[in-house]
């Protein structure tokens, strides 16, 4: 089981932390007269999602004995107007660089990823589409779906 805890510290400022005590800054909506200096919440899932994903990707090349030499993975998230204001579509683009790395095996390890092993995909997958492409060595090499639209309709059911 996960613990954390949330402190206030002041205007729209958080600090949270793991059970080990490692602290993360998190802010709200800027009050007037602050300036933001924090992530807020929502900014924390989607990179939370880019860091469950780049783990399995770089963990899964690395088993597969893949010469990887970068990878960078750009997010972005679309939210509706109204509450609850969810991640309904989600992009990302996975930028992998590597002599010799096969495309088709870096397909493979982020389709892994996106469709089996990363948590935090999962879990937005309930709300949004999750759209993502596959660059190696600067050509893009895929395009898939997962989350909602892999389930094979509009709203998940």
């Known amino acids: ?3 954390g805890t949330v402190r206030w510290k002041g205007g729209s400022r958080y600090v949270g932390a793991n059970d ?3 602290e993360v800054p998190l802010q709200g909506a800027p009050r007037e007269g ?3 200096e924090a992530p807020s919440p929502k900014d924390l899932v989607l990179l939370g999602l880019g860091g469950c994903t780049a783990i399995d990707v770089v963990e899964i090349l690395n088993k597969m004995r893949q010469p990887l030499g970068s990878l960078v993975i750009d997010l972005e998230a679309e939210e509706p107007e109204e509450h609850p204001k969810v991640f309904r579509q ?3 683009v996975y930028r992998l660089e590597g002599h010799g ?3 088709e095996r870096a397909v493979r390890a982020v389709t892994l990823s996106q469709q089996k092993y990363c948590g935090v995909s999962a879990m937005i997958g309930r709300t949004a589409v999750i ?3 596959v660059e190696v060595n600067g050509e ?3 395009e898939g779906t997962a989350g909602l639209a892999a389930a094979g ?3 998940g059911s």
């Open 34 to 36: 602050e300036r933001r």
């Open 20 to 22: 080990l005590g490692l």
């Open 1 to 3: 089981m996960r613990h």
């Open 101 to 103: 790395l096969d495309p």
């Open 153 to 155: 309709t509009a709203d």
């Open 140 to 142: 893009r090499v895929y």
């Open 131 to 133: 759209h993502y492409a």
């Open 90 to 92: 989600v992009r990302l």
